[in-house]
């Protein structure tokens, strides 16, 4: 009997990883097309300051910079 029962767990560990594989690439697909990018559209369709990009320009450093750090 021990040894019908260890391989029937084999076969249903087997088959738990399986869908555990399975389950963690749908979970993720449904949380990015169904939470995650209804919001990112929402966000950039309603946004009230135009785009940028953030960057902003600096003036040059002097040439000694790197040299007196302290």
Not at 3 to 28: Q, S
Not at 59 to 65: E, N, V
């Amino acid at each position: 009997m021990k040894r019908i029962w260890g391989h029937f767990l084999r076969i249903l560990r087997a088959i738990g990883f399986f869908l555990g594989r399975i389950n963690n690439v749908l979970l993720l697909a449904f949380s990015f097309y169904v939470i995650l990018l209804p919001i990112s559209l929402c966000r950039r369709l309603f946004r009230r300051n135009p785009p940028d990009s953030g960057w902003h320009p600096r003036p040059p450093l002097p040439k000694d910079h790197f040299r007196k750090q302290y």
